[in-house]
């Protein structure tokens, strides 16, 4: 069986492992419903007998505690089984107990009112929870051995959604079957038994489940210890040796203190709504609120378990914390039994599932292999301890003799401090999950090639520059692979409204006036095996094209030792935030998700990452992402024009409303291109005749030969040719077009306007060059010339340049 490690460096985990994850989940879900179908069945009866019996007035509390002892008294000895011995056999063995605890359960009830009887089932109940208790570890310790780390907090969500869902569907099953019983017979322990034995069937079918599930290690180097079957809290000292694992289990034990005070406290708000114990009408409202609660909780759950496929988002934690605090407020000051009770019902379970799932997962995470099971053991343990004062505290309310309403109240006070001491502990998570969801809001982000970010060691991410929202959309791009820091002037980064949350996420701080201080800064980061990311245009793009790498990180990575992983983002251009049009913010959204692509290139080594390298390398990365965006199935059979239309709608020229004129004739390149150009930007207009009837919106292409015929009435002028000899008219911007491929290699474009005092300076044109490369072509200068690829898809040429050389702005210069 593959260890941990192949399991997270495989791109596919094995089906056989995946078919055993399947029948972990369903076991323990039908072992959950099956245990709480039960409970439900005790508790219903206890609300139509209890007037007869002491035990069944507060049958609740009694099945919590009960429940809870087991874990406390045998939670050393499930750990060590667990570590001990293959977790399938003992996941088998449990299944079998289980079945055994049925039939107890069935001769308790079938002897109906002879003295005892109740408490005889209790004893049966306390051996059933006995089977539980062995079962946990063993459950959740055997999912990691099946999926690995890395998937580890996405399978945990399901274990804990699967789980939730056996536990509320088995309330609710037995709440409204035993209901619906007691209203056909009258019968109130003949109502409990028939139910009993059906789902006593059902345990035979989970016992075949578990037979079936792959055949996991025993772990021979765990050895008995004299003793250890009365060490009852061996298993939290391994715990709380951990700072990490033990705010989690603590996290986790207030949950299910929480989860529990509202499983009795439903109790006493259905007898608030049902008074009357002569029909069935209590116990099928206990399974109602049960099921309002575990909509609640499971839909939260699997938006935890969503969001946390890649990645355990521990941001997720905080914001469960104060969900629960407004869920119980909600709760408590709704009218009862009301609408709004029951939604304020249904979004305090959907917090506490937010709330849960990433704890479990981060504990059983950072646990290390031969403690797993004990840690989970200890974990319950705990667990319990939050069952027995939840209990206590439900026990003091009822004795207080307080509403179901004023309840959910009290419990919102321990909550609120709870979530404020949960928020102090991971302000930064909290802080980095709202502006990653913000994100993923408005933008579609799909990353590729994140598997090229190296696993372990100092890292230097270097990507283009297109808008203000880069460095939050490559914090999506990596948040599954390893969290990243972002370097950002100090002129910005010490704004006071601004400080405090660039603190708190980490990011680096740079001077634009003290190089020196700039490159240490990231260098010591990238030293303490950080990921730091920096944008090496040091501006963002106002042409839609690559500006000069900046020279600074490459004594960064060195001084750093880290690696470079070059990064294009690919399709930002043309967001709110980007530049297109003249102007930042003011634009109408194209999309509510706006669809972006993030391509990782290769990792370079320290030496090997120059500027030129790098620049090299995003063209590539450019050019990969070009060829495979989906709007070529639009390009119908000119594959050519269509190209040359795509990639100069990706650079800054054109306006709203503008009308594209050829001079060129009918079928010629330049011609297709420009008519092309009318399908990639909606609200243009071609036109092959004279300007008169356009003569402010005219944007005119042409050739040297055609030169003479403008009229000079023109916004702008495109001499597009093969020749690369200069071009005399200063009035018409130059691009190249490949005379064998037809394809357009590169264009000038008006220089776009810069800010009053700014120093950086965006050329669009430049004297003795063919202009800029335009976007999605790739690029390899060599000793005669460059070669350039990546022109239209399915196609493998390349265009040779003699004598023309790329400088460091990103113009084809000649020489």
Known sequence: ???????????????????????????????????????????????IIAKDSWVGRHMELWLGAIFSLPYMIFAPL????????????????????????????????????????LEISLVGFFVLAVQAAVLSPAKMGIMKELAGSRRLGQVSGWLQVTMLAGILGGMWAGGVWYGTEYEKTGDAWMSALWPLIIISIFGIVELIA??????????????????????????LKIVFRRRS????????????????????????????????????????????????????????????????????????????????????????????????????????????????????????????????????????????????????????????????????????????????????????????FLMLAAVRFLYKVKPVHTDRIPATGGVLILPNHVSYVDALIIGAATAARRPVRFVMWDALYNLWWLKWLMRLVGTVPISATRAK???????????????????????????????????GF???ARQGDAQVVPVYLDGLYGSIFSFQGGKFFTKRPKHLR?????????????????????????????????????????????????????????????????VFLSLEPEGSIIHRTVKALTQVMPGTKFIDHGPEAHPTHIVAFCTRSTLGRLTGQERLVFCLDSDLSPLTQTTALRGYVDAGTGILISTEVPNPPMPPNDKDEQLGRKAGSLGRLLPGLALESNAEGVRISGLRPNDDHSISLPAVKMDEQGFLTLP
């Open 78 to 117: 499930a750990g060590y089984w667990s570590d001990r011995f293959s977790k399938r056999k003992v996941i088998v063995w449990m299944q079998v107990m289980q079945i055994i605890c049925f039939v107890w359960l069935a001769l308790a009830l079938w002897m109906k009112r002879v003295p005892g009887s």
């Open 594 to 658: 706006y669809p972006v692509e993030v391509h990782f290139g290769e990792a370079l080594g320290t030496r090997a990452a120059t500027a030129e390298v790098v620049r090299h390398a995003m063209l590539a990365l450019s050019a990969e992402a070009f060829l495979k965006r989906k709007s070529w199935a639009h390009a119908e059979a000119d594959l050519v024009a269509f190209a040359n239309a795509l990639r100069l709608a990706e650079i800054e020229w054109h306006h709203p409303g503008d």
């Open 210 to 235: 578990a037979i079936c599930i792959q055949s996991t290690p025993a772990h021979t180097e765990v050895h008995w210890r004299k003793g250890m079957a009365l060490e009852h809290f061996e298993s």
């Open 554 to 556: 490459e004594l960064m």
């Open 1 to 47: 069986m593959p260890d941990s490690a192949a399991l997270d460096n495989a791109p596919h985990l094995p089906r056989r492992n995946w078919a055993s994850i399947v029948l972990v989940l369903f076991v323990q879900a039908m072992n959950s419903f099956s245990d709480n179908f039960v409970k439900m069945l005790l508790i219903a009866l206890s609300i």
């Open 245 to 432: 694992i033990r705010l989690a289990a603590l996290g986790v034990t207030y949950f299910w203190f929480i989860s529990n005070a509202l499983s009795f406290i439903l109790v006493t708000l259905t007898k608030e709504l049902h008074p009357d114990t002569g029909h069935g009408d209590g116990p099928m409202e206990l399974a109602k609120v049960a099921g309002i609660l575990g909509i609640g909780v499971i839909s939260g759950s699997f938006f935890a378990s969503h969001v946390s496929r890649n990645r355990i988002e521990l941001g997720l934690i905080p914001l469960g914390g104060f969900g629960l605090v407004a869920g119980l407020l909600w709760s408590g000051l709704a009218p009862l039994g009301s609408s709004w009770m029951y939604a304020g019902i249904i979004f305090t379970g959907a917090a506490g599932g937010c709330f849960m799932v990433p704890l479990y997962a981060y504990a059983q995470d950072k646990a290390e292999k031969h403690e797993k099971a004990r840690i989970h053991a200890g974990m319950n343990l705990m667990d319990c301890l939050g069952t027995l004062i939840a209990v206590a505290i439900v026990a003091l309310m009822k004795v207080a003799n307080l509403s179901a309403s004023t309840q959910f109240l009290i419990l919102a006070i321990p909550t609120f401090f709870a979530a404020v001491y949960i928020m102090r502990l991971l302000p930064q998570d909290l802080v980095r």
């Open 517 to 551: 201080d700039a490159i240490r800064a990231v260098a010591a980061a990238l030293k303490e095996g950080e990921v730091v990311c920096l944008f090496p245009e040091g501006q963002i793009t106002r042409h839609g094209m690559i500006n000069e790498l900046l020279k």
